[in-house]
């Protein structure tokens, strides 16, 4: 890891990295809370390209939120092509938070929570396939959850994911991708806003029934209102944290 930068926020200590996967260089970053760790949110972030990028206007007014209340923060950001920064948008995004779960080996002892929207789920959900522990919760806000609904919207993503799933046929995509989280036994937190102008909450509500119809734990909040970056923290983490209403499944 080569820490480029770092300084502090509300007694946060905020580090941004590069590290190397795939033999490339990756950004990354991590939020680490002046108070005793009570465990690790894994980000995943959302948007394309330089739009959703997790800079400290991101850190400093979200995710440090996390950190205020003794969670640290880690995640990816972009990888070095051609001598530039690119999205790490695509299917090898997996192998680049593998890498940087790496990096923190003295989080092992801590429970770890995957967090994310927009486009998160389809990085996410390929990751739990490869893992051989499950993250303690899995929290998604407004997300994709289907590849050909997600091309439809970024045409540009279609061939970066292809070079993953390595098939043209829309059936086996989603299978492949939405799916794997049946390997992973894990609680899933799911929210989504009516007013969203960029994913339609349909998306969640179709991911959600599946995870009913394979007898998941997953809850399902709808929101009327808060558009596309909604953010109920205190939910989240008390989804996380299994209080505040939360344990068993949604009706």
Not at 76 to 84: A, H, I, P, R, W
Not at 123 to 131: G, R, S, T, V
Not at 155 to 161: E, F, H, I, N
Request: proline share 4%; hydrophobic share 35%.
């Amino acid at each position: 890891m080569n820490i480029y930068k770092t300084y502090t926020f509300k007694k946060n200590t905020i580090l941004f990295f590069t590290y190397p996967s795939r033999g490339k260089e990756i950004k990354g970053y991590s939020i680490i809370p002046q108070k005793e760790i009570r465990g690790v949110v894994v980000y995943f972030r959302g948007g394309c390209g330089y739009v959703g990028l997790v800079d400290e206007r991101i850190i400093e007014r979200k995710l440090s939120r996390f950190a205020e209340l003794g969670y640290a923060v880690i995640g990816s950001n972009l990888v070095e092509q051609d001598n530039t920064y690119l999205d790490t948008v695509g299917g090898e995004t997996p192998l680049d938070y593998l890498a940087l779960l790496s990096l923190f080996p003295h989080f092992q002892d801590k429970k770890i929570h995957f967090h994310g929207g927009s486009r998160a789920a389809v990085d996410m959900l390929p990751l739990l396939e490869q893992l051989d522990w499950a993250p303690e919760s899995v929290s998604i806000g407004n997300s994709w959850y289907c590849l050909d609904d997600l091309f439809n919207f970024r045409p540009r993503m279609k061939s970066v994911y292809q070079q993953y799933f390595n098939t043209d046929d829309e059936d086996e995509r989603e299978e492949r991708n939405l799916y794997t989280c049946a390997l992973c036994p894990t609680r899933f937190f799911l929210y989504t806003n009516r007013d969203d102008d960029r994913v339609e909450s349909f998306s969640t509500d179709r991911f959600y029934e599946h995870l009913i119809k394979n007898n998941f734990q997953v809850e399902l909040r709808v929101f009327e209102e808060g558009g596309h970056g909604y953010f109920p923290l205190e939910m989240i983490v008390d989804f996380m944290e299994e209080r505040g209403g939360f344990g068993l499944n949604s009706d």
